[in-house]
């Protein structure tokens, strides 16, 4: 029986984002100004496009609302431009096409959504590098004199686009795609999880050699600290790998994650943008507490031995002090999750981003029992 409070917010999301989706319906949005959803839809090749598709996608699945899917489908539509360019795709395409057409064929069995599905999981499975065992993260930033300078990347936050390559094998019978992904997250544990459970951001490999080079400083703080949406990631990350594989390794690797990020949660209950950031900054993450209560509550399920307990009070501190202290439900702003932050180093911090919004729906419809799971 779920809490009063989780039904109140399932009640308010339901209440809120019809009028929302009203008014959005041919956005794409990222973030709001003066409570005002932007669009982007010239920008489409951004990584976060997929998200509103997520959350049309989780209303539709409960309510059958048209106005839902049809605002989706026009969303998948656009991401062709995307799809068909190589040049603007990155590892992001679990974010992207999971949400999308990925959600588009679970719900509705549409073959052309099945095909731009299985056609991002080919490109994606196309970045993975044999002797370095790492998926590629971003293609180079277009400076000509420097070509291949990206070439030795891989980023943490590709742990959650891993699912991509689980879905394709899932549905082609062919363990390609997962054999790629296995080998990915076996290197991100090799050299991205560090002794007290926390995690880097960014790694660089030799793309010749395949040797694993250094940790370079990210999204967060400083090189060497825990950029806390980054420890997210990796929460959520290796869970849905043990969902997928079932190799407990996964699960202990997941749990140790969050052990360190339980462990480091303020008495707030607020998750700042770095657990290491300097004590006079108050910068805060919104979206780091909601996609780390989202793999906790993975965690939860997955754990036996009354282990479940841990993550998943975690997982309701987390939330319920979102639900308390970061939710905006009026019925004339857009967006839902306030403070959220794309980067520590950043000129701007603590605005709404769409991918907040997305993982706190997911997280009520998890608490709920009506997700339509898109990992
Ligand atoms: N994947 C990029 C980010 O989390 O900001």
Request: overall charge negative; aromatic content about 14%.
């Amino acid at each position: 029986m779920a809490e009063n409070w989780i039904l109140e917010a399932e009640a308010k999301i339901r209440k809120k984002l019809p009028e929302v989706v009203k008014r959005s319906v041919h956005k794409v949005p990222y973030t709001s100004k003066n409570g005002v959803f932007d669009d982007w839809t010239n920008n489409i090749a951004w990584w976060t496009n997929g998200f509103w598709g997520g959350i049309l996608w989780q209303l539709y699945h409960v309510t059958k609302d048209e106005m839902y899917r049809e605002s989706a489908k026009e969303l998948e539509e656009k991401l062709d431009a995307t799809l068909m360019s190589p040049e603007d795709m990155d590892h992001d395409s679990g974010f992207r096409w999971l949400l999308t057409s990925g959600a588009n064929f679970r719900e509705t069995g549409k073959e052309e959504s099945y095909r731009r599905t299985l056609l991002a999981a080919c490109n994606m499975a196309g970045r993975f590098n044999p002797v370095g065992n790492y998926i590629r993260a971003w293609n180079d930033w277009g400076n000509k004199e420097k070509l291949g300078e990206n070439a030795g990347i891989a980023i943490i936050d590709c742990m959650m686009n891993l699912p991509l390559l689980y879905w394709a094998s899932e549905q082609t019978k062919d363990p390609r795609f997962y054999h790629i992904a296995v080998k990915h997250a076996d290197t991100v544990m090799e050299h991205f999880i560090r002794e007290d459970g926390s995690v880097i951001h960014i790694g660089e490999f030799d793309p010749y050699t395949g040797e694993f080079l250094r940790s370079v400083g990210g999204q967060g703080y400083a090189h060497g600290s825990a950029w806390t949406r980054g420890q997210a990631w990796a929460i959520y990350g290796f869970v849905l790998s043990y969902q997928h594989t079932k190799k407990e390794k996964y699960l202990e690797c997941a749990q140790k994650i969050a052990d360190y990020f339980i462990s480091n949660i303020p008495q707030s209950g607020l998750i700042p943008v770095d657990f290491c950031q300097p004590g006079n900054c108050g910068w805060e993450d919104s979206t780091a507490a909601a996609i780390a209560a989202c793999g906790m509550l993975e965690i939860a399920k997955s754990v036996g031995g009354g282990e479940d307990d841990l993550y998943r009070k975690a997982a309701l501190k987390l939330l319920y002090t979102l639900y308390e202290k970061r939710c905006d439900w009026s019925p004339e702003t857009d967006a839902i999750i306030q403070k959220c932050t794309a980067a520590y180093h950043d000129k701007e911090h603590e605005f709404t981003i769409i991918y907040g919004d997305y993982f706190f729906i997911e997280a009520i419809w998890k608490l709920t029992g009506q997700e339509l799971f898109l990992w």
